[in-house]
């Protein structure tokens, strides 16, 4: 059965400072996806990035950055200089393997960040 | 604007009542899907949708119940049956069930019983 696990339940940090989110997984199928999800007090859910099991390039998106290591079944979450409005709770999922039909995705249990002034 | 509706954001109701959450995206998305989210916890697949009038259980689907009969619709029907109701509900697309699509979510409904 596949398990997405985020050992941190809420990280604070003060404004400027870097913060990483540690996702760490477990499946069977040798084909997966990988996914950050940001939710903000709003509530919606907010796509931010995907990668699949063959890619284990990092990603950099601006002040965002993503390192994924199959040697550790981990796919980290690094905010560099945080600001207030990066403050919200952070999800990482994935998607299961070709056998199963639908495109589920299994959650972690969320981070919640909370950046201050 | 394209995206996914769901309405209300807010829905009060008597225990022992049957409640309907709509989800309607005009992304001409193929799969929908239906996810439920307690305080302090991440999401759980209620049901999902591949195409029009198919539908699969997610892992907690015991007391919900759902229909696709328009491709752009996807209602979540809480029963009395459902013993701990009260949470976030939140309605997602995908443009194919296929896997490593991402999905796009709607703002959600919080549903209060008592």
């Known amino acids: 059965a596949q398990k997405v696990t985020q050992a941190q339940t809420e990280i604070s940090v003060v404004e400027k400072e870097d913060v990483t989110l540690d996702c760490v997984y477990e499946t069977r199928d040798t084909t997966y996806y990988l996914f950050w999800y940001k939710q903000p007090p709003s509530g919606e859910l907010v796509f931010l990035i995907r990668?699949?099991?063959?890619?284990?390039q990092n990603e950099i998106s601006g002040r965002y950055s993503w390192n994924f290591q199959k040697s550790t079944s981990s796919f980290n979450f690094t905010i560099t200089a945080s600001q207030v409005v990066d403050s919200a709770v952070y999800f990482c999922?994935?998607?299961?393997?070709?056998?199963?039909?639908?495109?589920?995705?299994?959650f972690g249990g969320g981070t919640r960040v909370l950046v201050k002034p | 604007d394209g995206g996914i509706t769901q309405s209300p954001k807010y829905l009060f109701r008597k225990e022992g009542q049957n409640v309907t959450l709509s989800c309607e995206q005009n992304?001409?998305?193929?799969?929908m899907y239906w996810y439920r989210q307690d305080p302090g916890q991440g999401l759980r697949l209620i049901y999902y949708?591949?195409?029009?009038?198919?539908?699969q259980k997610g892992d907690i689907a015991e007391g919900y119940s759902v229909s696709r009969e328009k491709k752009e619709s996807f209602p979540l029907t809480v029963t009395s049956a459902q013993k701990n109701p009260t949470a976030f509900y939140l309605c997602?697309?995908?443009?194919?069930?296929?896997?490593?699509?991402?999905?796009?979510f709607g703002p959600g409904t919080r549903l209060t019983v008592t």
């Open positions: 997602a697309s995908s443009p194919s069930p296929g896997q490593g699509y991402e999905q796009y």
């Open positions: 949708s591949q195409i029009v009038n198919d539908f």
């Open positions: 999922a994935l998607s299961e393997g070709f056998k199963a039909a639908g495109n589920k995705l299994t």
């Open positions: 990668r699949n099991s063959f890619d284990e």
């Open positions: 992304l001409n998305h193929d799969a």
